[in-house]
């Protein structure tokens, strides 16, 4: 009876850890995405960038992704996964507050790119504790964390919509997440 009660246990363990980590994810992730569709063209349009500046500073956190994901992975594997989800932490709770600080697209493409680090720790990061996790399914539950941050990238331009239709949208305050 010990056994059975330890397999609940560790069975119950596992799943609220993909529950907390699909969570975690989907509101990383929504954030993320809010902070750049469709807001990232009005806020970098209040600034008088042009169309071309604008696409740059979009694609900044983008480019910031493409360098840090194997990065984030390789230190994960050296320091720790812990260590790199609470500095993924650390990225997501003050790249907000930067954005109060934007005067023109230089500053603006710089926090895009600061921002896009958060984002390009997690997701690997993330995907390589779900893997230690679970050792027998580990694909179905990668696969599940990242439906939930798909989820979160698919409301969220939707989200940003309709806070701009409201009125809430108004450049620095807005990202202040």
Excluded: C, W
């Excluded at 059975?4 to 969570?23: C, D, G, N, Q, R």
């Excluded at 798909?150 to 940003?160: D, E, H, K, N, W």
Aim: glycine share 8%; charged share 10%; proline share 3%.
């Amino acid at each position: 009876m010990n056994q059975l009660k330890a397999l609940y246990v560790s069975y119950m363990k596992k799943t609220y850890f993909l529950l907390f980590m699909s969570i975690a994810g989907f509101f990383a992730i929504t954030s993320s995405t809010m902070s750049k569709s469709p807001t990232l063209p009005l806020f970098a349009q209040s600034l008088g960038l042009t169309n071309v500046e604008i696409g740059l500073v979009a694609a900044s956190s983008t480019i910031t992704g493409i360098f840090v994901n194997f990065i984030a992975g390789t230190l994960s594997d050296t320091y720790g996964r812990k260590k790199m989800l609470i500095l993924s932490g650390f990225f997501f709770a003050t790249s907000p507050f930067m954005y109060l600080f934007v005067k023109n697209g230089i500053t603006l493409a710089l926090i895009r790119a600061y921002h896009g680090i958060a984002t390009a720790v997690f997701t690997p990061v993330s995907l390589a504790v779900i893997a230690d996790v679970y050792a027998k399914d580990r694909g179905e539950k990668m696969g599940t964390f990242s439906s939930a941050t798909l989820i979160g990238r698919l409301l969220a331009p939707s989200l940003a919509g309709y806070t701009i239709a409201i009125g809430v949208f108004q450049s620095h305050i807005y990202y202040v997440e």
